[in-house]
């Protein structure tokens, strides 16, 4: 467990989510829309990681599609390094794709099966404006940065697993050097010794690039590995945030010890003690 992760340092935000709403228009006839996002704010500082955690449908995906400009923020203001972007016109945004990034939980369906590993790659760096030489030469990097061979660039999606596929997404996501990666469950889908392995590769990424994440997760024992800071989510509203040990060991919401008893601890024995632990805490507390 990586339980003192160092706080990033207290510079300027690279991204403030500030009061936001999202409404889902409603389904059929004489439905009402759904209140998706409740008055919602999130800041993420340079090389930063702030785990976004909740139960599904909880809302999670929604803050993240709503920075990425792919669900409708109805008030409030997203900021991002110093712009507006939650106006943007479709172009401009399009221009933003360099700096603000996304990797999806399925690899399975994010990366086109019928295109080479190299094609997929080399997608953003041509729309970046990379010679073809470039941007070879770059991807080799990426492939080499996400410890994939080089050979990985003339095969397809389907020769590899799982795992493999998520470093092909995360290579693709690292392609045009980002400030920022909207990361939604990426390695939900995943058995547990390769989370292991991937979260890994995403601190070493930050480490190197100096990158900042938007980590999204049901599992707080993932977003306890990865985060500096967590974001705790329900029913469209964040309801507790702060310093990741402090969140994940003696939060101050039931609902975030609830969420603690649920995820997966690869001990028995220290499942029991953590329940207890736990346990105690809310005999002490009012829910
Ligand atoms: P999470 O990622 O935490 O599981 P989501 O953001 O996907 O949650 O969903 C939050 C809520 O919004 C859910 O109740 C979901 O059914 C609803 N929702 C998500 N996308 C849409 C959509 N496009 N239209 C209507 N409702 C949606
Ligand atoms: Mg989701």
């Known amino acids: 467990m990586n339980e003192d992760r160092e706080r990033a340092g207290s510079s300027e935000a690279l991204l403030r989510v500030e009061n936001i709403d999202v409404h ?6 004489r439905s009402r829309p759904f209140h998706a996002l409740k008055d919602v704010s999130i800041e993420i500082h340079p ?3 702030l785990g976004l955690v909740g139960e599904s449908g909880s809302g999670k995906t929604t803050l993240g599609r709503a920075i990425l400009g792919l669900a409708p923020v109805g008030s409030g203001r997203v900021v991002f390094d110093g712009q507006e972007i939650s106006t943007l016109s479709p172009r401009a945004r399009r221009s933003l794709s360099a700096d ?9 369906s994010s990366l086109n099966p019928g295109m080479t590993i190299e094609t997929i790659l080399a997608e953003p760096l041509r729309a970046g404006g990379a010679s073809r030489r470039d941007s070879s030469a770059r991807i080799r990097e990426l492939l080499d940065q996400v410890h994939l061979p080089a050979d990985a660039a003339r095969r397809y999606p389907r020769e590899f697993s799982g795992g493999q596929r998520q470093r092909v997404a995360i290579a693709r996501s690292l392609a045009l050097d980002p400030k920022l ?5 990426p390695v939900s889908a995943l058995d547990l010794s390769t989370q292991a392995r991937v979260l890994d590769l995403f601190i070493d990424i930050q480490q190197q ?4 994440y938007l980590f999204i997760t049901h599992d707080l024992s993932v977003v306890r590995y990865i985060s500096h800071r967590v974001a705790v989510m329900l029913n469209g509203s964040i309801i507790e945030s702060g310093d990741s040990s402090t969140v994940t060991s003696e939060p101050d919401e039931a609902y975030t010890r609830k969420l603690l008893l649920a995820s997966p601890v690869p001990h028995p024995a220290r499942q029991a003690e953590r329940r207890r632990h736990y346990e105690s805490l809310s005999a002490h507390t009012a829910p």
């Open 24 to 29: 889902y228009r409603g389904k059929g006839f």
């Open 181 to 185: 990666i909207v990361c939604d469950e």
């Open 209 to 212: 690039t100096g990158v900042a």
């Open 100 to 108: 603000l990034q996304v990797v999806f939980q399925d690899p399975y």
């Open 47 to 49: 090389g930063e990681t």
